[in-house]
């Protein structure tokens, strides 16, 4: 059976290598070719040093210009048009004998026998060293190269399986206006966001499964159907506590035993009535318009998918001009070079101050707050807002 490392067969990761390096423009390759030319340019060194005194000093660096080319040609042929190498490979053949056939005189004294000899077994020695180290030093290029293709493999299509799953939502109804989006980090992680109408009312929740990667999109893909049959199932309005409670019975025969998933589900009724559960996610922020301050929804319950549970549902109602926000710890956890993480302070100011603003808007000006804070975040940054427009 096939090596399936880092969750790719690498059997069919071999093809994958071939694509790879074909596709990898030499503007990213130009440190591989410098080690290649003149790894294998000192064979010309070796050539001068065989023949004692018999070429001149830009015949010997034409030796070692014709040896490094020729390395760095094999290799492009071999990685990028195999179809090229016999061509490579006879056009090497036909400047070195061009080269050995031209005639010399000698240019040095001669050495003694003992000397002679010496110099050639240590020539020799030198070439055979260099030649075995250029081959295995090549094995190992393409190893690697099987091994990134399998991770570019595996990131590419987390990549596709995330857009698939997590679209930018805009929801839009008589009584509430939601806006939720996901930017994804360059790990990939788990973060979900959705939202759906369940009867009269909005269902809507931010799930964070743990680890990053295709096991991630993965389990993060079967909470989304998962949520979704329910919601089917249900016909109507959406029991965000009877919801936690099915998911946490069904994730643990799906994943991994260490994987859970973090949720924080809301159902909002026409009449700002808010019914609410948290298995594990950070709180839910309540910006209250009239006094225009953020209280925290917050229930201690277990992760989804690690132990036995059961989730109760709270309760809370919204005005007009109210806004819940819930987010991932991609953005609460972003930190500075100073270790200084982006936290939940900066980020209820911001809604504050920009909660008469398009929910886009807001959003917006949360995710530019936290790259210029940590430009390169290491975890999905995830932001769902909905707004009570009564």
Not at 52 to 58: H, N, T
Not at 147 to 162: I, S
Request: glycine share 8%; net charge neutral.
């Amino acid at each position: 059976m096939a090596s399936t490392k880092f969750g790719v067969n690498l059997k069919g990761a071999r093809h994958s290598e071939n694509v790879y390096w074909s596709r990898l423009p030499a503007r990213r390759m130009w440190k591989l070719l410098v080690a290649l030319f003149f790894s294998m340019g000192t064979m010309g060194f070796f050539v001068d040093l065989i023949g004692w005194g018999l070429l001149s000093i830009p015949e010997a660096l034409g030796w070692v210009t014709l040896c490094g080319a020729f390395s760095v040609a094999i290799f492009l042929a071999a990685t990028k048009h195999r179809k090229l190498i016999p061509v490579v490979v006879i056009a090497y053949v036909i400047c070195t004998f061009s080269l050995a056939s031209r005639p010399h005189r000698p240019r040095l004294p001669a050495l003694a026998r003992a000397a002679r000899v010496r110099i050639t077994f240590d020539d020799i020695g030198l070439m055979a060293s260099a030649l075995i180290g250029y081959i295995f030093f090549n094995a190992f290029v393409r190893s690697e190269g099987a091994e990134m293709a399998a991770l570019q493999t595996e990131l590419a299509l987390a990549h596709r399986l995330q857009e698939m799953l997590v679209p930018t939502l805009e929801l839009s109804t008589d009584n509430f206006e939601l806006f939720a989006k996901t930017i994804p980090s360059e790990k990939v992680g788990g973060d979900l966001v959705d939202a759906f109408e369940s009867g009269l009312s909005i269902t809507t929740y931010v799930a964070d499964v743990s680890g990053h990667g295709i096991a991630a999109g993965t389990l993060m893909g079967m909470i989304k159907m998962g949520v979704r049959l329910y919601a089917t199932q249900a016909g109507g309005e959406v029991d965000p506590g009877s919801l936690m409670d099915a998911l946490n019975r069904a994730l643990p025969s799906v994943k991994e035993p260490n994987m859970f998933a973090t949720v924080a589900c809301i159902t909002a009724r026409p009449g700002g009535q808010v019914a609410f559960s948290i298995a594990g996610h950070g709180p839910i922020l309540h910006y209250c318009s009239c006094t225009r301050s953020i209280s925290h929804l917050h229930l201690a319950q277990f992760p989804l998918g690690l132990f036995p549970s059961t989730y109760v549902p709270e309760s809370t109602r919204m005005s007009r001009g109210d806004v819940l926000a819930i987010c991932t710890d991609g953005i609460l956890e972003a930190e500075n070079r100073a270790g200084v993480e982006f936290g939940s302070a900066e980020l209820e100011k911001i809604v504050i101050e920009n909660a008469q603003e398009q929910l886009s808007t807001m959003f917006a000006r949360v995710a530019a707050a936290v790259y210029r804070h940590c430009p390169k975040p290491e975890d999905d940054c995830s932001l769902l807002l909905l707004r009570y427009r009564g």
